[in-house]
């Protein structure tokens, strides 16, 4: 473990990647040491699609945690885009933290990214997510044969669902913490902007309502993000697709889904910004959209060959 300055009123700062495989719980465990959601979660592996940061706060420790897109073998570029994004993460941690799916068990997606972080200089920790699920009498077995492919420094077990474990763990993260000042403000729970935030609550949307039904298919831009004088807020987002019988998927029946993905996508902005929330929704085909350098740009992804 590392050694930290214990003198009164030492602020200590560090980051954190958070990296595993599609569907670990790790955009789930960044939002439980928060204390607020700041990245979206559901079922569909590969929700994230670009590193995100959450700021969590312990004591005089403020830790910043980059959620990365899960690591899977890429197919196309813009896989490739997110893969990078991942590992990109990853580069100048102070810890970089390992999630498994422990009720998925050890499988050759999560050996190849373990092997893929044997020799990195930064202190790697084992969390094993998702134990309330889990067979527990598997855990240690788990735990003992990923700790033979490379020695964590560290293995917690946890359920960032449920909070089993998770102060254990977040008080752990702080203690390994180097000193130095807070990178943002105390009340600052990312860096993600309110405009790019709103385009991941209606593209979790999509995914909750949607399913199978539309893959990866599917992006939102955000093209008006307005205050209103009322203070209120005004935002109108195009929900590309690639074919226009995925846009007769995301319309539904007489409109009826994209005014349920609209409702609902309303109410958790809401929530999130406190404010009184109008939001318009259109949706455009747009064949190649996943082609478009521009997007990725949007996106905090690097355009990769």
């Known amino acids: ?51 995100l940061m959450g700021v969590a706060i312990e004591g005089d420790t403020q830790i910043l945690l980059v959620d990365t897109p899960g690591i899977f073998e890429p197919k196309r570029r813009f896989d490739r885009a997110m893969v990078a994004a991942a590992w990109g993460g990853a580069e100048g941690s102070d810890i970089i933290a390992l999630v498994v799916d422990a009720k998925g068990g050890i499988g050759g997606k999560v050996t190849t990214i373990v092997e893929s972080l044997v020799g990195r200089t930064e202190p790697i920790w084992l969390i094993l997510n998702k134990v309330d699920l889990a067979d527990k009498t598997k855990l240690l077995i788990h735990a003992e044969k990923l700790n033979a492919l490379l020695p964590f420094a560290e293995t917690f077990f946890i359920s960032a669902g449920t909070g089993d474990g998770l102060a254990h763990f977040k008080t752990q993260l702080a203690k390994a913490m180097p000193e130095g000042p807070w990178h943002y403000p105390e009340d600052q729970v990312s860096d993600s902007t309110e405009r790019a935030l709103a385009s991941e609550v209606t593209r979790e949307q999509l995914y909750l309502q949607l399913h199978a039904e539309l893959p990866y298919a599917s992006t939102i831009e955000t093209e008006q993000y307005i205050e209103r004088q009322d203070g209120s807020l005004e935002i109108h987002q195009q929900i590309l697709v690639e074919r226009p019988t995925q846009r007769a998927i995301v319309l539904g029946k007489g409109g009826v889904r994209i005014k349920e993905i609209g409702a609902r996508s309303r109410i958790e902005l809401a929530s999130i910004t406190g404010k009184p929330v109008h939001l318009y929704l259109h949706v455009k085909v747009k064949p190649g959209w996943d082609e478009d350098r521009e997007i990725y740009r949007d996106m905090g992804l690097d355009w990769v060959d």
């Open 1 to 51: 473990m590392t050694e930290t300055n214990t003198k009164p009123d030492t602020k200590h700062c560090g980051l954190v990647a958070i990296v595993g495989a599609p569907n670990a719980g790790k955009s789930t465990l960044v939002n439980a040491l928060v204390g607020q959601k700041v990245a979206i979660v559901s079922p569909k592996a590969q929700t994230t699609r670009a590193k």
